[in-house]
């Protein structure tokens, strides 16, 4: 069973990097075939998909967002990670990271982190 | 890019009736790649159905989901207390459409 859990600042300041890892549990990031993703909520709003990265390497990112955003894998650690740059009040949101095959269905999720962007 | 609109907004019911919710794409999507998701206050989404029809594991019979192209319908046949949520489509690997609420009318 696969288990998914968020960690990073919960508060970022303008201009700056936001960055998140995602912890995997139950399974390997490296072996498979799988999507690992994010997604974010702003408060009282709808879900935006931000990008996800294949077992291989590839990604694929939101175009609206794809000039800021980085996704990554470590396998070392066996998480992986969202960098999302020159972050403004509008990127407040809870994050979450999410999993699935490589059909690309989000089949399992973390439990979100909220991150604000303030001064 | 392919634009999700779902409707209606909100969804007004009473637990035992039938909801009908509607997923229109922008152009045709491949109905392999169409899911549904359901999102309760406070959690993490939920992935409902998958390849436009098919249920993922654990959900209900009540729950079905079919169409094909540009337009995708999410049925719960019998609402149960526990089904009043939002109810997100998705094309895989692209944006979300902007949601319905079913509510406790």
């Known amino acids: 069973q696969v288990q998914l859990q968020e960690s990073g600042p919960g508060l970022v300041k303008p201009s700056q990097t936001l960055s998140l890892t995602c912890s995997v549990s139950?399974?390997?990031?490296?072996?498979?075939?799988?999507?690992w993703s994010w997604i974010r909520q702003a408060a009282g709003k709808g879900l935006e998909w931000i990008g996800r990265i294949y077992t291989t390497g590839y990604t694929n990112y939101n175009p609206s967002l794809k000039t800021r955003v980085s996704i990554s894998l470590d396998t070392s650690k066996n998480h992986f990670s969202l960098n999302l740059a020159s972050v403004t009040a509008a990127d407040t949101a809870v994050y979450y990271c999410?999993?699935?095959?490589?059909?690309?269905?989000?089949?399992?999720w973390g439990q979100g982190t909220l991150v604000t962007v303030s001064s | 890019e392919i634009v999700l609109t779902q409707s209606p907004g909100t969804l007004s019911l009473s637990p035992g009736e039938r909801a009908t919710l509607f997923c229109r794409a922008s152009e045709s999507v491949s109905s392999d790649y169409l899911a549904w998701y359901q999102q309760k206050i406070g959690q993490a989404p939920r992935l409902l159905i998958y390849s436009a029809s098919r249920r993922a594991t654990g959900i209900p019979a009540r729950f079905s989901g079919s169409g094909s192209e540009t337009d995708f319908t999410l049925t719960i046949s019998r609402l149960e207390p526990e089904d009043f949520a939002v109810y997100y489509c998705q094309q895989y690997g692209r944006s979300f459409g902007q949601g319905t609420k079913v509510e406790i009318k």
């Open positions: 999410a999993s699935g095959p490589s059909s690309g269905t989000l089949d399992v």
């Open positions: 139950g399974d390997s990031i490296s072996s498979g075939a799988s999507y």
